[in-house]
């Protein structure tokens, strides 16, 4: 089982990005796709999820109204959308994947590597 992030980059304060997340190696039917983010010298935290129909999402206080999570046809591609992006958003993104929306990282069994986001001012 793999999962595949990419999309990161450098990017001005104010800007966007489009993260991906494609999934590999199994069927990820019924499973909740996530996002986590970690800055350097802090803890990896929450910033969204979707359900398996992309019917239900979860957002971090810091990410509501300014990123939104998508599932893609496929359902084994996660999308995040980030915009407004703000130094404070500067972190590795990883995704991954468990069997509800959970926003604490122990409940998700499987995890990207990791895709770096760079907000200058």
């Known amino acids: 089982v793999q999962l595949q992030a990419s999309g990161g980059g450098l990017v001005q304060a104010g800007g966007s990005l489009r993260l991906s997340c494609v999934g590999s190696?199994?069927?990820?039917?019924?499973?909740?796709m996530g996002w986590f983010r970690q800055a350097a010298g802090k803890e990896r935290e929450f910033v969204a999820a979707?359900?398996?129909?992309?019917?239900?999402?979860s957002y971090a206080d810091s990410a509501k109204g300014r990123f939104t999570i998508s599932r893609g046809d496929a359902k084994n591609t996660v999308y995040l959308q980030m915009n407004s992006l703000t130094p404070e958003d500067t972190a590795v993104y990883y995704c991954a994947a468990a069997k509800n929306i959970y926003s604490s990282s122990n409940y998700y069994t499987y995890w990207g590597q990791g895709t770096l986001v760079t907000v200058s001012s």
């Open positions: 979707i359900s398996w129909t992309g019917g239900r999402t």
């Open positions: 190696g199994r069927t990820f039917s019924n499973y909740v």
